[in-house]
């Protein structure tokens, strides 16, 4: 399987394009997706690249491909409640989406070797959590972020639902990793060139299928060179939440019900985004490129589509001669219940995470 989608204009558009092309192809992974703008995990000066179907690299920071992260999330079959593993979690790009899914009962972790790209996961957790939109509109599982070698993992790790390793798996270490699933669990890595799903169906037997044809710089190996033992890698632990964080929840849930309800008596709808006119979606094809450390696939141009891109230029001029009505901003209406809620200022600006807006 494989093939390529279009450029877009921005964080919708891409999406649209890649529900076009049938990477996404479930409402669950489509809203993730749209939760989280991917240019808001590129540096300064890069933005205009995060919209492409193509990987990102810049130092240690990574980005795949959008449409293999569209795989990888489909692939992993994702349910509210689940533990996840990311093994090189890089950004937290991904390992955010995913706790959009997992949301508050979930157990969301991630390894990372490099510990500025841990850093920069952090910050950009950080602003997702204090400044998205998409923040008020899920119960979130928030990522666990550790630096260290995915090779290392201490032996008496817990084991985890589903797994992710985002660099590429030699044969030899794919018992290794197998050993991490719990009996039931969903494993996604690339190796030997496959983007492989591998589901654990009992304690010793194991189901596996390729995905897409893939090239993924390989897993780092752990440095023997001082005959010294490595330390191991302890994972984030499982740790129950406490019965203020469980209040926050199930406030915030029973508001957001509420809120839902009370629309639904006055017969307003949830606002979706606007649907766009979209670029053509190129036809996929077995033709890869080489960008950075990953295999890409490339479309090639048609005379149908230097058709569509006349009419898209055509459509363009057409909207210019119409009067746009500026966009209200959205309204965040489980803040303004919290806001108005008979509580100390404290009180109030825990439910709402510190939020600013």
Known sequence: MGGAVSAGEDND????????????????????????????????????????DLAWKHGNIHLSAPCIYS???????????????????????????????????????GI??????????????????????????????????????CLEIASDSHQYDRIYCGAGVQKDHENYMKILLKVGGILVMPI?????????TGQNTWE????????????????????????????????????????RIYIRRTLRNFINDEMQAKGISQRAPPKRKRKRVKQRINTYVFVGNQLIPQPLDSED???????????????????????????????????????PESLKAYLTYFRDK
């Open 13 to 52: 558009d891409l999406i649209d394009n890649l529900k076009e092309a049938h990477y996404i192809r479930t409402e669950r992974v489509e809203q993730a997706f749209r939760a989280i703008d991917r240019g808001d995990y590129y540096l300064e000066g890069y933005r205009d690249s995060a919209y492409k």
């Open 71 to 109: 795989e990888v999330m489909e692939a992993l079959k994702l349910q509210p409640g689940l533990s996840f593993l990311n093994l090189g979690s890089g950004t937290g790009y991904l390992s955010t989406m995913v706790g959009l899914i997992l949301g508050p009962f979930g157990i969301n972790h």
């Open 112 to 149: 990372e070797l490099h510990s500025d790209v841990v850093e920069y996961a952090k910050e950009k957790l950080e602003s997702f959590i204090k400044n998205s939109d998409s923040f008020d509109k899920f119960e979130f599982c928030e990522p666990a972020f550790v630096v260290g070698n």
């Open 192 to 200: 030997e060139d496959q983007l492989t799903q591998i589901m654990r």
């Open 208 to 247: 596996s299928k390729n995905i897409l044809a893939v090239s993924f710089a390989p897993l780092i190996q752990p440095n023997r060179n001082d005959n010294s033992k490595p330390d191991s890698v302890g994972l984030p632990p499982c740790a129950v939440r406490n019965l203020q964080d469980l209040a």
């Open 305 to 343: 589509d230097e058709k569509m891109e006349e009419d898209h230029k055509e459509e363009e001029e057409k909207d210019q001669g119409e009067t746009l009505k500026p966009e209200e901003p959205p309204q965040n209406l489980l803040r303004e219940k919290i806001m108005r809620l008979p509580l």
